[in-house]
């Protein structure tokens, strides 16, 4: 199983870009799918994941109606769009998989879970 995220890249403070997420080995419609971010001296943050039984979703209060989440089930990919992007957004973005049934809250799954498959991270860099 391998995940790999794409998409990063540095960009102006209010600039937009799209994160992907393309699985081998697993099909991610059967996963709840999360993102995270890591900045450097900073503990990994839960940005935003999917359940794999509704469809509900999570997202941190700092990305609110600025992140949006979704999935391309022919291509086996999900994508993190990122708009209005601010330099505290900076950070290694990952993409996790876990194939369990999703029995709680998706926020408690974003945030405290244990994920079956990572990815290896995209740097995003964003400069005021």
């Known amino acids: 199983v391998q995940l790999v995220e794409s998409g990063g890249g540095s960009v102006q403070s209010g600039g937009s870009l799209r994160l992907s997420c393309v699985a081998s080995g697993i099909q991610l419609g059967d996963y709840i799918i999360g993102w995270f971010r890591q900045a450097p001296g900073k503990e990994r943050e839960a940005v935003s994941c999917i359940s794999n039984s509704d469809g509900t979703s999570y997202f941190a209060d700092s990305v609110k109606g600025r992140f949006t989440f979704s999935r391309d089930s022919i291509k086996n990919t999900v994508y993190l769009q990122m708009n209005n992007l601010r330099p505290e957004d900076t950070a290694v973005y990952s993409c996790?998989?876990?194939?369990?049934?999703?029995?709680?809250?998706?926020?408690?799954?974003?945030?405290?879970?244990?994920?079956?498959?990572w990815g290896q991270g995209t740097q995003v860099t964003v400069s005021s």
């Open positions: 996790a998989a876990d194939g369990a049934i999703l029995a709680g809250p998706i926020q408690a799954m974003c945030q405290t879970g244990i994920w079956d498959y």
